[in-house]
């Protein structure tokens, strides 16, 4: 069974341009949710998404955003990037959500904002 | 607000050795336990989780955690430590509709 999917797996922006990444679930899980992981806040939640709606949001500007597809594919775009942005972003999947459910993250997306 | 807590920043062990890492959380209910490592520049594997039941919980490569409520703790252990073992540890907590990680433990194991 293939596991979370995610690309582009690097990329290079300049400020305030935008992003889009993108993440394919595991096959079967309807849940999708995103996160960012900086050498200086850790690890923060960033939104989920369960049947193409946003279901649960972390503490972050509205130049987060995302969306979900009927094929629980998802992506996540970032807006008027600032160099703050740089991170990893990770993908995760699960069944139906993020209570009592395990959730299975991808390799995530290496952004650098210059 | 909710929290976790992972009081060491770095832990060196020698091989063979064994192993705990530490882990508190703020929840006012039980909440949904979970461990994952991080290797570097890769994304997050999960070693076990706590849902309900049985309060030691197995997980993948040997590793356990035990979940005390009393002392709002779900520490992860290791009865001999590999070289492989080196990697970021992370301790989260999900709520149902937030997750929450610690800053995480670096494991160095030293031969």
């Known amino acids: 069974k293939a596991g979370v999917t995610q690309t582009p797996r690097y990329l290079i922006k300049t400020r305030g341009q935008q992003v889009t990444l993108s993440c394919s679930p595991i096959s079967g899980h309807r849940s999708v949710s995103w996160y960012q992981q900086t050498p200086g806040q850790g690890l923060q939640f960033l939104f989920e998404y369960f049947s193409e709606t946003q279901r649960n949001k972390g503490n972050f500007p509205g130049r987060f955003s995302g969306r979900q597809f009927s094929n629980s594919r998802s992506e996540m775009n970032v807006s008027t990037l600032e160099l703050g942005d740089s991170a990893l972003y990770l993908c995760a999947s699960s069944l139906e959500g993020l209570g009592g459910n395990t959730i299975y993250f991808g390799e995530g997306s290496w952004l650098t904002v210059v | 607000a909710q929290s976790v807590t992972q009081p060491d920043i770095h832990i060196t062990v020698s091989e063979g050795a064994s192993l705990e890492l530490r882990c508190n959380y703020s929840?006012?209910?039980?909440?949904?336990l979970f461990w994952y490592v991080q290797s570097p520049g890769q994304g997050l594997q999960l070693l076990l989780k706590y849902f309900s039941g049985d309060t030691l919980v197995q997980g993948i490569k040997g590793f356990e955690a035990e979940f005390k409520r009393s002392q709002s703790s779900f520490n992860l252990r290791k009865p001999s430590v590999h070289w492989s073992d080196a990697a970021e540890y992370f301790c989260a907590v999900s709520t149902g509709n937030q997750f929450y990680f610690g800053t995480g433990t670096s494991l160095t194991v030293i031969p």
């Open positions: 929840y006012g209910a039980t909440p949904y």
